[in-house]
């Protein structure tokens, strides 16, 4: 399932997302309603490319670690941090910076959220450091298993999609 991105713009992110330090971003114009479309930081964008004032009225932040501004664009995963250029494929999530096969696809929707590279949870809190199932009193709400550290492109009959998790790919967003 490879993404249908642009790959003669001259933006080697996914087609959501611009790049800033390196790194690939939401875009501050989708982030902003159109309002502040420069992006100046992380967490900063801006109505024109060069503010006087980026503290000003010209200028609006949101920070935040993998949240506000300093988040992805949203097709690799709901709020991830930003990443090196290149995308995944249609059927993986982005989580650390390797593509890996979606848990709501392997775990048909019951532990839709990664948090480690074989553990999927129902949630995203604290509980997802205790197994699902385990007579333990904590009621964790996890599952770890070596069939999820995988990518999207495993037993799909083609070669050019990958098995093993792996960083972004820069071949599906840019020639």
Not at 79 to 99: D, I, Q, R, Y
Request: aromatic share 8%; with cysteine; hydrophobic share 25%.
């Amino acid at each position: 399932e490879v993404p249908k991105e642009s790959l003669s713009d001259g933006n080697f992110c996914a087609d959501d997302e611009e790049m800033h330090g390196g790194l690939c971003y939401d875009t501050c114009s989708k982030l902003t309603s159109g309002m502040y479309p420069h992006r100046q930081s992380a967490w900063t964008c801006c109505k024109s490319d060069s503010c006087a004032n980026a503290f000003g009225s010209c200028c609006r932040h949101n920070f935040g670690w993998c949240s506000g501004y300093d988040i992805a664009g949203m097709r690799e995963g709901n709020k991830v941090c930003p990443h090196k250029p290149g995308a995944c494929l249609n059927n993986e999530e982005l989580f650390l910076n390797v593509c890996y096969k979606k848990c709501s696809l392997l775990t048909n929707g019951n532990y839709p959220y990664r948090v480690a590279s074989a553990t999927c949870c129902k949630r995203t809190d604290l509980t997802c450091l205790v197994e699902d199932g385990v007579a333990d009193g904590l009621s964790g709400q996890s599952l770890t298993s070596d069939m999820f550290d995988v990518a999207g492109g495993c037993r799909d009959g083609s070669a050019g999609t990958p098995c093993k998790p792996h960083m972004p790919k820069q071949a599906l967003t840019e020639k």
